[in-house]
């Protein structure tokens, strides 16, 4: 695709397969601000706009990851996220809340930070349990059964547009939670003194991020839009 510094991060995401390693090199937010353009990204995150527009020219090399999700059948795009992301989640919520607590348990009274990361993260967690089940029990059943591939459900609402409202207003809210996590931590950097546990919960926290980044990629950015036009089209029928 032709690479224009108006094309928004998002859509530069979802056609180039190796864009989401670039962004996340350069801290470049291509989920929850998928909607703003290269132009816009780069200043927000500092980056030169040609060091960008050079590597998204760039081929990538042959062990990256090549699958075109816009082309992809929806339902296979549904079953790797549920397979792939929403699994990685479920194991990881249980460990790093016990991570966090602890950490800020023995460690809050010399790193006072602490403290105010913790309600923070927990909350984050919590969140995400909830987005995850909604996912799973309400919106990707409907979707496919759209698609043809799971029996067909009672929709507790008119149209797919309302829980994905819904779910892209909380992944503006995960985006929030995560800068804030930055913030408080010194971008996620542990302390000299930190033990393993310390080290383990911030190390934990930036895997979480970059997976969670190229989650809300796939749902916002690739996912919602097919869904709105695959309903569309089943009710043209």
């Not at 992809?72 to 996220?81: E, G, K, M, Q």
């Not at 006072?112 to 995850?132: K, S």
Request: glycine share 6%.
């Amino acid at each position: 695709m032709d690479i224009s510094l108006r094309t928004t991060v998002g859509e530069l995401a979802a056609a180039i397969p190796h864009a989401t390693r670039i962004f996340e090199k350069h801290r470049i937010d291509y989920c929850c601000g998928g909607r703003r353009s290269l132009a816009e990204a780069c200043e927000r995150s500092g980056t030169d706009p040609s060091v960008i527009v050079a590597a998204l020219s760039t081929p990538p090399r042959a062990t990256d990851p090549s699958t075109d999700w816009r082309k992809a059948p929806v339902d296979v795009l549904v079953r790797h996220i549920l397979d792939v992301h929403h699994v990685y989640m479920w194991e990881e919520l249980p460990r790093l809340n016990a991570l966090m607590t602890k950490v800020a348990r023995v460690h809050g009274d010399r790193h006072p930070e602490l403290r105010q990361l913790e309600p923070v993260v927990l909350g984050l967690l919590d969140e995400l349990r909830t987005h995850l089940t909604k996912e799973e029990r309400i919106l990707f059943p409907y979707v496919l059964s759209l698609c043809g591939t799971a029996p067909g459900v009672d929709a507790c609402f008119a149209t797919a547009a309302g829980p994905i409202r819904v779910m892209d207003a909380e992944h503006e809210d995960a985006g929030e939670a995560l800068a804030v996590i930055r913030r408080l931590s010194g971008d996620l950097t542990p302390p000299d003194d930190a033990c393993g546990s310390y080290r383990a919960l911030y190390q934990g926290l930036a895997e979480m991020e970059q997976d969670l980044h190229l989650h809300i990629h796939l749902e916002t950015n690739v996912l919602f839009p097919r869904v709105l036009e695959l309903e569309a089209a089943s009710r043209a029928d």
